[in-house]
């Protein structure tokens, strides 16, 4: 299996205190196993997997039924916080790496703790994405209220990507139209890309809500009453099952029991209502509410930061590359003023050394303030200015 197997190895031995885990018992019969699935594949499509019986394996899992149990699993709870707007490719990145690294190591259930307003609809797409890949460990969502209080837009998605859904007392979950980030601030999709366009992207955001609220037994009309203020939704008794529906979809023998939405105004749920219709499935306190419904308050809490680390590179970055870009506007115009041409080519040869230092910065920082584009245009710019001086005269 290589090296990096040999790196499992030499980790996962290191771990103490293990009973029985996740439970691997063979369609056709043979022995059964008790252990973790990884998240690494090999090449012949079968998975790395830690079992007590034989330490490392590589196993086809289709060929086995796997229960899930937390009974031998690692006895610590990961903890990843998403706690500001989900703005930042290099935090949406790390978020992505470190919950595939920490599902690799057996915790008894991944907690992630949401306070955020919200953000980009294609970061929170990617981190979506990645919680929903994630089938060899739980994810537990926490709206955890702080600053913001609770998960809204881009956060409502998150946490519905999650297997359970918890929320503090007076927090909210909701509000989830589809916002793009312009040069001016967030704006809504069809404000920038006119009526049809933006309708198309509202439209699969509404459907992509849905089915991440239904593929975990969420209400998926609920979900979308949250993107789409025209959708109104009532709750009925029918043949008496609780059913949800829009309210054009009443007929006589419905009886009312809620209206949860109305038309003109997005969807957002206290914590009560969350859990009432299905969203949410439990209202707490507090994080230890969570690990005490769990039946893991004895587990270690290991916060990962991973996401505060990238977001502490990302300033660093950013300020370094407003400095330089600062000093190349300077540079630039003291250029323009110098009168004898050695003089001037010096400067230029700086500047577009420091132009293509800037480029090579925003190429693997998308997220700094200024395109790639604009920067080679910039230098396109300079370098000819650098030739013309070249063939001028002293």
């Known amino acids: 299996m290589g090296r990096l197997t040999a790196i499992f190895i030499s980790v996962l031995f290191a771990w103490q205190g293990w009973c029985f885990g996740d439970t691997f018992t063979p369609r056709q019969g043979g022995e059964v196993l008790h252990g973790y699935a990884t998240q690494q594949v090999v090449d012949d499509n079968k998975t790395v997997v830690y079992t007590e019986e034989k330490g ?13 149990n937390t009974l031998g699993r690692r006895n610590n709870v990961v903890v990843i916080p998403i706690k500001e707007d989900i703005m930042l490719d290099i935090e949406t990145e790390a978020f992505e790496k470190a919950l595939i690294s920490v599902s690799n190591k057996g915790p008894l259930f991944i907690l992630i703790e949401i306070d955020t307003p919200g953000g980009r609809v294609d970061l929170a797409q990617r981190i979506c994405g990645a919680i929903t890949k994630i089938d060899n460990c ?130 957002t749920l206290p914590a009560a209502d969350a859990a009432r219709c299905g969203i949410a499935d439990k209202v707490v306190s507090s994080r230890n509410d969570v690990l005490l419904d769990k039946k893991a308050i004895q587990a270690v809490i290991v916060v990962n930061k991973d996401v505060q680390v990238a977001s502490n590179k990302f300033k660093r970055v950013k300020l370094k590359f407003e400095k330089l870009l600062d000093s190349l506007d300077y540079r630039s115009k003291q250029a323009k003023l110098v009168k004898t041409r050695h003089k001037q080519l010096q400067i230029l040869r700086g500047i577009i050394s420091d132009y293509k230092s800037l480029i090579r910065l925003a190429k693997q920082y998308p997220d700094v303030p200024v395109s790639v584009d604009a920067l080679e245009e910039r230098l396109n710019s300079v370098e000819a200015l650098y030739d013309s001086a070249k063939t001028r005269r002293r």
Not at 56 to 68: C, F, G, I, K, M
Not at 214 to 236: F, T, W
């Open 138 to 267: 739980e994810t537990v969502a926490f709206i955890c209220g702080g600053k913001y209080g609770g998960a809204y837009s881009a956060g409502a998605a998150i946490a519905l990507a999650c297997d359970k859904i918890y929320m503090a007392k007076n927090t909210a979950i909701g509000a989830a139209a589809a916002i793009i980030q312009t040069s001016s601030g967030p704006a809504d999709v069809e404000k920038v890309y006119g009526e049809t366009v933006g309708e198309k992207i509202s439209s699969f955001w509404r459907g992509y809500l849905a089915s991440l609220a239904e593929q975990n037994h969420r209400p998926g009309l609920i979900a979308m009453a949250m993107a789409d203020k025209d959708i109104e939704v009532i709750e009925v008794d029918q043949d008496g099952n609780h059913i949800f529906l829009e309210s054009i979809n009443k007929k006589e023998t419905h009886n009312v029991i809620h209206t949860w939405s109305k038309k003109g105004s997005l969807l």
């Open 56 to 68: 490392l394996l590589q196993l086809d899992l289709a060929a086995y039924e796997v229960s899930r």
